[in-house]
């Protein structure tokens, strides 16, 4: 059925709506968020943090395990260097992105920590990628207490 | 006081308005009229317009003009301004019942003691129409 649609002499028709959403703000860190980045702006360290249930080490810290719920305690220092659990190659565009694409984006479990690390891998050809990789941060020498303070990971080998 | 990082979200999108929504902003921006749905089943008119009634689930099959006059069914007084308001701050939303429609339209209207539940208003054009819902400026009480 089609519609009956009384349509004066105008421009062509609409079909679509233009949005633009653009706002500004400021994220507040909180206690973990704000440890984790000034560790990592003024001592090249990567904190994680040790559950008081089941042990595991969690990064970022938080205040509540994610696997048992407990409450987390010790802060624990993890290596800056770790191996790559999976990875993938970004190639599209897209608003918020670290660096210009292709670039390749990989979970990193870090030596000392029980979950990944989500980070870009640098110095390498694409290709010669491979789950199981040993990976070392790079770190940025103008640090600003953000994830990019870690320039990337690159190969140890 | 804990640090704070700025951060920004910044995307742009279009719409696809589908055909009802799209012949609703068309004859909008083209004769600034205000068009409804009419359902064939139990024949409800919708306005803003549906492909499918909202009461029924019946596809509509007939656009009907409505308004121009409507009435106030609930108002809302936004005091604060906001990116992208539509209007400075403070001002007036509105659920608007349009003359033969039986649905509401959802618009604005400066702040004015007079709109109230029940007030009949009309609407107020944009300058330039470009086929969006801010072809109408505002509402504003009938008797003006």
Redesign the interface.
């Known amino acids: 059925?089609a519609?009956?649609?009384?349509?004066?002499?105008?421009?062509s028709?609409?079909?679509?709506?233009?949005?633009?959403?653009?706002?500004?703000?400021?994220?507040?860190?909180?206690?973990y968020y704000?440890r984790f980045?000034?560790e990592m702006r003024e001592n090249r360290r990567i904190m994680g943090i040790e559950c008081t249930g089941c042990g595991v080490v969690l990064i970022p810290p938080r205040p509540y395990c994610s696997f048992c719920y407990a409450p987390t305690g010790d802060w624990v220092e993890l290596s800056d260097e770790g191996r790559i659990m999976t990875f993938t190659r970004v190639h599209a565009p897209f608003?918020?992105q670290p660096v210009e694409p292709p670039y390749t984006y990989a979970y990193i479990m870090l030596d000392g920590a029980d979950v990944h690390f989500p980070h870009i891998i640098g110095e390498v050809d694409p290709g010669d990628v491979t789950v199981g990789m040993r990976v070392k941060a790079k770190w940025a020498e103008d640090r600003k207490?953000?994830l990019h303070d870690i320039e990337y990971f690159r190969p140890t080998t | 006081m804990s640090e704070t990082r700025e951060q920004r979200s910044n995307v742009r999108y279009r719409w696809a308005t589908g055909e009802t929504v799209g012949a609703f902003f068309s004859a909008l921006r083209d004769s600034g009229r205000l068009l409804g749905s009419v359902c064939p089943e139990c024949g409800v008119v919708a306005c803003p317009p549906a492909s499918y009634c909202e009461r029924c689930g019946a596809g509509a099959t007939e656009l009907r003009e409505v308004g121009p006059s409507g009435v106030v069914m609930t108002v809302a007084r936004q005091c604060e301004g906001f990116t992208g308001a539509p209007l400075e701050a403070p001002f007036l939303y509105l659920l608007i019942k349009m003359a033969g429609a039986d649905t509401t339209l959802l618009h604005v209207a400066k702040d004015d003691e007079r709109v109230i539940p029940g007030t009949v208003v009309v609407p107020e054009y944009a300058a330039d129409r470009s086929g969006t819902i801010m072809d109408i400026a505002y509402f504003r009480p009938e008797e003006d």
């Open positions: 059925m519609l009956e649609i009384a349509r004066p002499a105008g421009g028709p609409v079909v679509e709506l233009k949005g633009h959403i653009d706002f500004l703000y400021n994220h507040t860190l909180g206690p704000e980045f000034d608003p918020g207490g953000t």
